[in-house]
């Protein structure tokens, strides 16, 4: 892009996976163009800055949460928390991405104006002051957590006496020495902290309304290890990556096509872990089918550790109340407490929160369709990344990052200031829509209606199928007859075409 009134060719809004690897994708792909990062937080790494939590790791494997082009070299595939921040840290520094990012900044809006082609971004710094930044292209990599807002389930804990934490918002020093503990939910979180604070504390209760399904794995990823003896470490990274992907694409179908092939499968592994007839299998038993939400994982079979030496124990139960000494559960029974752990899920955020207009009109992203994976209808010079509910987050991050550098340099040869997806309200109307979202984890729930709509077909879509996006954004034409790549002047007659559709409204 030429500069002229901008300031810089791609604003990216945030620091953590999708951010860095969008400044390494552009560094790699586009090196044509400038780009800045800002992120709200004081330091880098997005969830794994935020979150820290005892025992906090990823939940996917790190062949497929490390990035396609930065090689994952620690000999634990299932990573803790400060080794993915010292991953992230490393490649930031040693390709000087770091210098171009601005901390302590927030973005409130951004408003697109057509007639100059860029967009006007508001940030508010954590000192209260403001400024505004002149992009031509916005990178939206915020995630979709609410950072300031977890769920809230409601908990009336009034006549609680002990303390009450949630894991968003860990205290730095938290003695919990030989206290009991009672940890209320059933996801990764519950079952990440449960045995990381069993050994100190007295004893650990999961309090679950509903079982999640769970499946274990080493820690440590024997055939990567191995591979990396032999062969170069990019290599042995490479076939390690393109393996695990496909034993997950592999798990998912079939416990999407044989759900009860997929039960067995679940719980002869807990009959080896936790002992046939040695525990009470409604506990860990849900009334959905596997992959119906995410698995959760349970690396090198530590909750279930937990369980067998007594330092940890599972309750299926509805809350009555809370009392002054723990839990009343309405069955009667009271599980007491000194230490109360709410890890009932988070809130989802649509486009990090951020107002954005076109030409001072507000777009509702839930009107919008998505188009190839990350733009958006109507809406020019802004991708965004929302990641595989199926897989690894930074699988399609990679994808959305290299597809966005092909705009950006076609955009350079065409001459072009301004990328917009094309779709008129009768285009719209033609539509078969898709729910993405099929899902019935609460978080995913809650917030289908902030969502953008999804097509069962190209391009109107966000997929779930990595291998098949990664085919088709990497080979797809960009003048496919919706992209339009084009100038102010030449936009013009194409915005009085598109005068009709129904969902900007005006910004208050």
Excluded at 49 to 76: A, C, N, Q, V
Excluded at 132 to 142: D, E, N, Q, Y
Excluded at 399 to 419: D, P
Excluded at 479 to 493: F, H, M, R, S, V
Aim: contains cysteine.
């Amino acid at each position: 892009m030429e500069t002229g009134k901008r300031q810089v060719d791609v604003l990216i809004v945030g620091a953590g996976i999708s951010g860095i690897g969008m400044a390494a994708h552009m560094q790699m792909n586009a090196p044509g163009h400038s780009f800045a990062i800002v992120e709200q937080r004081e330091n880098l790494g997005g969830t794994w800055d935020l979150f820290r939590y005892p025992g906090i790791r990823s939940d996917s494997d790190m062949h497929t949460l490390g990035f396609s082009f930065e090689p994952w070299t620690h000999e634990k595939s299932i990573a803790d928390g400060p080794s993915i921040l010292e991953y992230l840290n490393r490649i930031v520094d040693e390709r000087g991405i770091r210098p171009h990012i601005r901390f302590g900044e927030r973005v409130v809006s951004a408003n697109f104006r057509k007639a100059e082609a860029y967009w006007d971004v508001e940030l508010l710094a954590s000192d209260g002051a403001s400024r505004t930044i002149k992009a031509g292209f916005l990178f939206l990599g915020s995630g979709y957590y609410d950072y300031d807002r977890p769920h809230d389930a409601g908990f009336d804990v009034s006549r609680f006496s002990g303390e009450v934490l949630h894991p968003q918002f860990w205290p730095e020093h938290l003695d919990y020495d030989d206290r009991k503990i009672v940890v209320i939910g059933s996801g990764a979180t519950a079952v990440t902290i449960v045995p990381a604070m069993a050994d100190a504390a007295k004893h650990v209760t999961m309090l679950q309304r509903t079982p999640t399904w769970m499946v274990t794995r080493p820690a440590r990823d024997k055939f990567a290890n191995t591979l990396r003896k032999f062969l170069p470490e990019r290599a042995a990274y490479a076939i390690t990556r393109w393996k695990n992907i496909r034993m997950q694409d592999f798990t998912f179908k079939l416990a999407r096509n044989k759900p009860e092939k997929a039960k067995k499968a679940l719980q002869r592994g807990l009959d080896q872990h936790l002992g046939e007839g040695k525990y009470d299998k409604a506990d860990f038993t849900p009334p959905y089918n596997p992959w119906e939400q995410r698995l959760c994982l349970v690396p090198d079979a530590d909750f279930f550790d937990a369980i067998n030496k007594g330092k940890a124990s599972i309750k299926t139960g509805h809350i009555a109340a809370f009392e002054p000494d723990g839990v009343r559960l309405q069955s009667g029974e009271l599980i007491e407490a000194d230490i109360i752990v709410t890890a009932t899920g988070l809130n989802m955020a649509s486009a990090g929160k951020i107002d954005i207009c076109v030409d001072g009109e507000k777009i509702d992203f839930a009107e919008r369709f998505y188009y190839m994976s990350c733009m958006f209808s109507n809406v020019p010079n802004l991708a965004g990344v929302f990641g595989y509910l199926n897989a690894s987050w930074t699988l399609r991050s990679d994808l959305v990052s290299e597809y966005v550098c092909r705009i950006l340099n076609g955009m350079k040869s065409a001459g072009s200031t301004i990328a917009i997806p094309q779709l008129s309200a009768e285009q719209e109307a033609q539509i078969e829509e898709e729910d993405i979202f099929d899902f019935s984890s609460g978080y995913i729930q809650r917030a289908k209606h902030i969502m953008p709509r999804s097509s069962v077909s190209y391009p109107w879509r966000l997929s779930q199928e990595y291998v098949r996006d990664r085919k088709i954004m990497r080979t797809a034409k960009l003048d496919d007859g919706n992209l339009l790549l084009t100038t102010p002047a030449q936009l013009e007659p194409v915005v009085q075409q598109l005068a009709t559709a129904p969902d900007l409204e005006p910004a208050e």
